[in-house]
């Protein structure tokens, strides 16, 4: 069974710029969620997708930060436009849909703001 | 929200030595994960362990939710086991979101 995948595995931008984020969860994985890990830290949730709905982004920086699962898939998490507090790993996790079970991450983005 | 401590904050083991680490939560859980992130931040699940006792080689783990507490025994410890190992929760009723730790950075060497 293939894992969760994202893409890029690492970004560098300048403040100001843009980027997006992409992943696939694990087949048939109804529950879709977006981490943040600043160095030092634990991942934080940022935004949860049941299917291609939001379930909670109460964490997410709405002003900068957007995601999408349009299709109930695969996901984007976007920044627009980045801050050099932005700078972490950026992880993604998939779930079945059932209240009990485990949550599988994928590699991370590991982004640099200069 | 729900608070989840963990002990110690740093290790460091002599290759081969045991090593207990404790993973406390504030309120009920039906889900609970320990993790081992590796030097390239990959998070690898260890085990999913919201009651019981579980093994798997090395390692082995025991969750008394009644008293809110986690444990992760490392037994024989070796060089791959450095990293940092977190325990992560979900709140019963909390809508399936895992509220990790702060870690407990390990070190094991020669």
């Known amino acids: 069974e293939a894992g969760v995948a994202q893409s890029p595995r690492y970004k ?8 997006a984020f992409w992943c696939n969860p694990i ?6 969620y977006w981490y943040q890990q600043i160095l030092g830290q634990g991942p934080k949730l940022l935004i949860q997708f049941q299917n291609n709905g939001v379930v909670d982004d109460s964490q997410l920086p709405k002003d900068r930060f957007s995601a999408e699962r349009l299709k109930g898939v695969d ?3 976007k920044i627009q436009p980045a801050k050099l507090e932005d700078s972490a790993v950026y992880l993604c996790a998939s779930k079945t849909g059932q209240s009990f079970g485990t949550q599988y991450f994928g590699p991370g983005t590991r982004l640099t703001v200069l | 929200g729900i ?4 002990s110690p904050p740093d290790l460091i083991l002599q290759e081969g030595a045991n090593s207990t680490l404790r993973c406390n939560f504030s309120d009920s859980v039906n889900n609970l994960q320990w993790f081992h992130q590796n030097p390239w931040g990959q998070l690898i699940n260890l085990f ?4 019981g006792t ?4 090395r390692l082995s783990a025991t969750t008394v939710a009644t008293e809110r507490y986690s444990l992760l025994y490392i037994s024989s410890s070796q060089t ?3 990293g940092v190992y977190f325990c992560a929760v979900e709140r019963t009723g909390g809508g399936n979101k895992l509220t990790f730790g702060t870690g407990t950075q390990l070190k094991v060497e020669l």
Do not use: C, F, W
């Not at chain 2, 579980?54 to 080689?57: A, D, M, T």
């Open chain 1, 27 to 32: 087949s048939g994985h109804a529950t879709l």
């Open chain 1, 75 to 77: 996901s984007t998490l």
């Open chain 2, 48 to 51: 999913y362990i919201p009651s």
């Open chain 2, 3 to 6: 608070q989840v401590e963990q």
């Open chain 1, 12 to 19: 560098i931008i300048e403040k100001r710029q843009s980027v």
């Open chain 2, 54 to 57: 579980k093994q798997n080689g």
């Open chain 2, 80 to 82: 791959t086991d450095s």
